[in-house]
């Protein structure tokens, strides 16, 4: 046709174009002079507000066109994001096979409700209203005034009336919004859900992730679970993927997060692997020990867990399938902030959990912090749509202060975001509620001033890898006992403690090594000599003998490496670990005992054992003087009358009347209760309920 006109110029359209997905049969190197081709890059790319585009044409038309168009007619920002775009066939693959797969549902969906669906390749659909419909421009005053939804008009198209509209396909939720508001207008049931439909009724879940970690996901989750139990809710805590150095044997012999078995006490449940089915215990700077549904599946560097990742998510999805419909309602956490692009195209643990539980998500941020709200709008500003779209609100966490003084930033945020804030949780002090990780443990957790009464002190070693630092929690709230955190040797030396507890550890070949690097092995050895009750938990334990070998490399390069020699034993680490819950009697103190086991190591000792169970079977291991001693046991200190008796004994051995009775029970269910009524205060939880559909 060009070359039959060749005094007329002929431009062609091919604004959408690349949905088609091969090149054009008009643009090439010998076009014809009086033809000109027109591609915007703002649709199939998605850039609107760049306005980028081009015009290819004959060589010699390019320049006399290129005389008369403005010198900067595009910036440079345009001109950097279309030079990167053009070239990334990812995602125009992506992209067509996604337009493809939802506008064939959206075409079957609309033929459903009757109406004239006219075939295209782009990522609208051109629609007619047929019989006795509404005509096109009250249908859509309609979806606009009643749904919020636009739709374009198409009257003013030259050979269509005020029955044709057009829809852009958009995302199946999107997709399905529409559908189900054209058939409420249209009154028209549709005989099956709409292809992009749920294929099932989801358990109501709510999903609480942070502006960053630490910022107060797992206590708040604590506290919802309790608030919806106190309403009359069968409810369970779940996250899908924890790293962590603190965890739990259940009943059934399984490994999992102490969080969520804080979680799941505060909903009165007995803990469920199914609560936390993958865990990361943090073994290096680059690797960890990977745990799904309870048992280890190996150590891994950071590359081979992200191909593993795939496994880990399928286990976490079936998990909380297995959970969810069990329950009334899942309180979901996430972890570290969703923020983090590095991660996003792996993430198995918040906004593709959240998306796959149908959980809408409150964002918690803590403003002790401060910068909180530029932490919520920059959050949702690096998310894509889909993800926005899951967020109901923030929450502002641990503030210090009136908060109507707030008002005018929580009007800010909603009309930059148009997420509301849901409300403010004051800073609780003392909560009695267990800590997630060592993040507040190393930011000062257990810091305290000592008490002004007579009292003991116990020194608590910070190992560099320590693990399970909720067992000594139990000694915070003993008004005779100040709790010490040791750093350094001037801080033992300082401390004068009556006992010395050394924790568990993640890593002990490491950890010793930095006992001897910073002089505290000589210090321990010093207070031992001196008549100070020295105690190993789990990996503080093995650390008490002469030796560890790791033939197996588990922690090192199959070291053997020398111990504190404070006890005469040796530990070998083995590859098959330990997980057991044992009831026992502490020898020494001649006192009931309950915890549980989480080791690798395999002891050998010549000295009496520190506790018996009924069964006849021994653990741990005690010096000739009793002042020594070590247990693999986590959570021996838990038990009110064992610590109370070991109080008591440090009390007499420095010149203090024992107390004989227990002052401090170590009951988590005032705690629940306290943080429950604090949090309800704090959140609008009428409006929660709203969005949960309950």
Not at 30 to 41: E, G, I, K, Y
Not at 261 to 287: F, H, Y
Not at 540 to 552: E, S
Request: proline fraction near 5%; hydrophobic fraction near 45%; glycine fraction near 8%.
């Amino acid at each position: 046709l060009a070359g039959a006109r060749p005094e007329v110029f002929f431009a062609v359209d091919e604004s959408f174009y690349e949905f088609i997905g091969h090149d054009s049969e008009l643009i090439s190197r010998d076009m014809a002079a009086n033809l000109l081709v027109f591609r915007s890059l703002t649709k199939f790319y998605a850039i609107p507000g760049l306005r980028l585009g081009f015009v290819a044409a004959a060589r010699n038309t390019a320049a006399r066109i290129r005389q008369r168009v403005l010198p900067w007619s595009v910036n440079t920002l345009a001109s950097e994001v279309g030079a990167a775009i053009v070239g990334d066939a990812g995602y125009g693959k992506a992209s067509r096979a996604f337009v493809r797969e939802r506008r064939a549902e959206l075409e079957a969906a609309f033929s459903d409700l009757g109406l004239k669906v006219f075939p295209g390749r782009a990522n609208f659909l051109l629609v007619r209203l047929a019989g006795k419909m509404p005509d096109a421009a009250d249908l859509a005053e309609r979806m606009l005034s009643r749904y919020r939804i636009a739709i374009r008009v198409c009257a003013n198209f030259d050979g269509l009336d005020g029955s044709y509209f057009r829809v852009a396909v958009r995302g199946r939720d999107e997709n399905d919004r529409l559908c189900a508001a054209l058939a409420e207008i249209l009154s028209i049931s549709v005989p099956r859900p709409f292809p992009g439909g749920k294929k099932r009724q989801k358990t109501p879940a709510l999903m609480l992730q942070g502006t960053s970690s630490n910022a107060g996901k797992s206590v708040l989750t604590a506290a919802l679970g309790r608030i919806f139990l106190q309403d009359g809710y069968r409810v369970a805590p779940f996250k899908a993927q924890n790293m962590s150095l603190n965890s739990f044997v259940t009943r059934d012999g399984k490994e999992m997060g102490r969080a969520q078995v804080v979680q799941a006490q505060a909903c009165r449940l007995d803990p469920d692997v199914r609560m936390n089915p993958v865990l990361l215990k943090p073994a290096s700077d680059v690797g960890c020990q990977v745990i799904v549904n309870g048992s280890p599946v190996g150590n891994m560097r950071v590359e081979n867990y992200i191909e593993y990742k795939k496994k880990a998510a399928e286990a976490a999805r079936a998990a909380y399938d297995s959970l969810a419909a069990e329950h009334d309602l899942i309180i979901l956490e996430g972890a570290g902030s969703p923020a983090e692009v590095n991660l996003k195209k792996h993430d198995i643990v918040n906004m593709n959990m959240a998306r796959y539980a149908d959980a809408r998500v409150l964002l918690v941020g803590d403003i002790d912090r401060g910068g909180v709200f530029a932490s919520f709008i920059g959050t949702l500003e690096v998310m894509e749509q889909w993800e926005r779209d899951l967020v109901a609100g923030f929450v502002v966490n641990r503030f210090r202060g009136v908060a109507d003084l707030l008002d005018d930033a929580y009007r800010y945020t909603e009309e930059f975001t148009g997420k509301p804030v849901l409300g403010t949780v004051p800073h609780l002090h003392d909560l009695g509620v267990p800590e997630e990780d060592s993040v507040s443990f190393k930011a000062g957790l257990f810091d305290a001033v000592p008490p002004t009464g007579d009292h003991v002190v116990i020194g608590l070693i910070d190992l560099p890898h320590i693990s399970n630092f909720t067992d000594f929690e139990p000694f915070l709230a003993e008004p005779d006992v100040h709790l010490r955190v040791i750093r350094t040797v001037e801080d033992l030396r300082n401390a004068d403690p009556a006992a010395l507890i050394l924790p568990g550890s993640k890593n002990v070949i490491s950890d010793l090594a930095f006992l001897e690097q910073s002089g505290l092995a000589e210090e321990i050895k010093s207070a031992a000599d001196s008549n100070t009750v020295i105690v190993g938990i789990c990996g503080g334990f093995q650390m008490l003998g002469r030796r560890i070998a790791d033939p197996h490399g588990l922690e090192s390069a199959g070291a053997v490496v020398r111990a504190l020699g404070l006890l005469d034993m040796e530990t070998t680490l083995a590859p098959a670990k330990t997980l057991l819950r044992r009831t026992a009697r502490h020898l020494n103190l001649d006192c009931p005992v309950r915890g549980y086991e989480i080791h690798h190591g395999r002891t050998r000792s010549g000295l009496f054992p520190v506790l018996r169970d009924g069964e006849g079977g021994t653990d741990g291991a005690v010096s000739a003087d009793g002042l020594t001693w070590g247990t693999y046991l986590h959570g021996i200190f838990d038990d009110d009358l064992f610590r109370r008796r070991f109080i008591d004994d440090l009390r007499s051995r420095n010149n203090l009347a024992p107390l004989e009775k227990i002052v401090a029970p170590y009951d988590l269910e005032p705690a629940f209760d306290r943080l429950a009524d604090a949090v309800r205060a704090g959140l609008d939880m009428e409006r929660i309920y709203r969005m949960l559909g309950l």
